[in-house]
């Protein structure tokens, strides 16, 4: 099973702001198979990138996602207030397909 | 409109069995993957099960295996997930998911809640 470790768990940052997030699995990811997720409080999650690095379909371009093998990152290049959320990297490129535990991006 | 609508949870007691199921419409069913994915109070994203479009493929979270079973049918756009043998840790919010690779669309969740 691939585990992912997300990092930080919480990350405090004022509007307007550049967010990073890190995703690291345990082994690598084949063919990048790794998405990000957003999840707001009382909603589902929205699917933001998938394949490391290609945006979802109306996902604003503040998002991009960049690595590879076992390291990923999610970049927001400045923090709108609808960001502040929790996010998620996920697996899919083996069974048992894993989340990463998640990274809380708050407001400062 | 392209939408998952989730049934069949409920409150149920340690030991007992649900069947859930995840209603599909505005897109070809049988065309796609579909999961399941839990999220317990409080705690992140668990995935659950996955089914290919015909069937032939099923996965599972070695915390279900061999008590949850996923199934489909593509004539009425309907996915399901057998739960047996429930246990307090399978408390949550399941939710349907298509897609094989990111999961693009998700219903809204049905809850199902273990406790004697």
């Known amino acids: 099973e691939i585990v992912l470790t997300q990092s930080p768990g919480t990350l405090s940052l004022s509007p307007g702001e550049r967010a990073t997030l890190s995703c690291r699995a345990s082994q690598s990811v084949s063919n990048n198979y790794l998405a990000w997720y957003q999840q707001r409080p009382g909603q589902t999650p929205r699917l933001l990138i998938y394949?490391?690095?290609s945006r979802a379909t109306g996902i604003p371009d503040r998002f991009s996602g960049s690595g590879s093998g076992t390291d990923f990152t999610l970049t927001i290049s400045r923090l709108e207030p609808e960001d502040f959320a929790v996010y998620y990297c996920?697996?899919?490129?083996?069974?048992?397909?894993?989340f990463g535990q998640g990274t809380k991006v708050e407001i400062k | 409109e392209v939408q998952l609508v989730e049934s069949g949870g409920g409150l149920v007691k340690p030991g007992g069995s649900l069947r859930l199921s995840c209603a599909a419409s505005?897109?070809?069913?049988?065309?796609?993957?579909m999961n399941w994915v839990r999220q317990a109070p409080g705690k992140g994203l668990e995935w659950v099960s996955s089914?290919?479009?015909?069937?032939?493929?099923?996965s599972y979270a070695e915390s279900v295996k061999g008590r949850f079973t996923i199934s489909r049918d593509n004539a009425k756009n309907s996915l399901f997930l057998q739960m047996n043998s429930l246990r307090d840790e399978d408390t949550a919010v399941y939710s349907c998911?298509?897609?094989?690779?990111?999961?693009?669309?998700w219903g809204q969740g049905t809850v199902v809640t273990v406790s004697s």
């Open positions: 996920y697996q899919y490129a083996t069974s048992p397909r894993t």
């Open positions: 505005g897109f070809t069913f049988s065309s796609y993957i």
């Open positions: 394949a490391a690095s």
């Open positions: 998911a298509r897609g094989g690779g990111g999961l693009d669309i």
């Open positions: 089914i290919t479009g015909s069937s032939g493929y099923i």
